[in-house]
């Protein structure tokens, strides 16, 4: 299988700082993705990381270690509206062509 | 970045029948996938909509079920037959962006509720 694990929901205060981690089993990885989806709404694209490091975006980073199938993303200067759920999915390497795969998903909600 | 848009946005069907759904993009993709997303889940890919060719569907979903047409590089629908409460789910139309960019993007879904 290719297991993706991020936490259910997280609460957070408005302005401070937020990590959502991500796990996934290693084998075929080709690629990880950060998906932001309000309620009601068509997930959009936050991040894109393939090689170890951070990758900045504004408010938002990536991180991402290879060798530990582990990832995390990181909001700053949190706002209201980044009340959403957070979607890890992993681009994973398949003879039929390369699949992405969703985590559960990670509720964020973001408090006065 | 491809813009998608997906008919009906939502509807209510009776036990028993099917449902088409469209999706239609404003260039041309090479990839085109359908997704399910239920209640409080995450999404699931059901299968890539091959054009020319039969669709490939993931594990756990059959051809019988979730027929699929692709007949550009620009359109694709997706039916869900003989539908049962079950199936009462978002259904996601996404395709790749441009080469090399990696980024996938999602149309807006069809909120479908069996009754």
């Known amino acids: 299988g290719q297991n993706i694990d991020q936490p259910t929901e997280m609460t957070a205060t408005e302005g401070a700082i937020v990590q959502i981690n991500c796990t996934y089993q290693?084998?075929?990885?080709?690629?990880l993705f950060w998906y932001q989806q309000h309620a009601g709404e068509a997930p959009t694209f936050l991040s894109y990381?393939?090689?170890?490091g951070l990758e900045e975006k504004g408010r938002f980073s990536s991180f991402l270690s290879r060798s530990k199938g582990y990832s995390y993303l990181l909001l700053k200067e949190l706002q209201m509206k980044d009340s959403a759920s957070y979607l890890c999915?992993?681009?994973?390497?398949?003879?039929?062509?390369?699949?992405?795969?969703f985590g559960t998903g990670t509720r964020l909600a973001v408090r006065p | 970045s491809a813009v998608i848009s997906q008919k009906p946005s939502r509807d209510i069907c009776q036990r028993g029948t099917s449902l088409t759904i469209q999706c239609q993009v404003d260039?041309?993709?090479?990839?085109m996938f359908w997704y399910r997303q239920q209640p409080g889940q995450s999404l699931t890919l059901i299968a890539t909509?091959?054009?020319?060719?039969?669709?490939?569907?993931e594990s756990g979903f059959v051809i019988d079920k979730f027929p699929i047409s692709r007949p550009n590089l620009t359109f694709s629908t997706l039916t869900v037959s003989n539908m049962s409460p079950e199936d009462s789910s978002i259904y996601l139309c996404?395709?790749?962006?441009?080469?090399?960019?990696?980024?996938?993007?999602f149309g807006p879904g069809t909120r479908l509720t069996v009754t």
């Open positions: 996404s395709v790749d962006g441009v080469p090399g960019s990696y980024e996938q993007y």
């Open positions: 260039s041309q993709v090479t990839m």
């Open positions: 909509a091959n054009q020319g060719s039969e669709a490939t569907y």
């Open positions: 990381n393939v090689l170890d």
């Open positions: 290693t084998s075929g990885f080709n690629g």
């Open positions: 999915a992993v681009r994973f390497l398949k003879s039929s062509g390369d699949k992405l795969t």
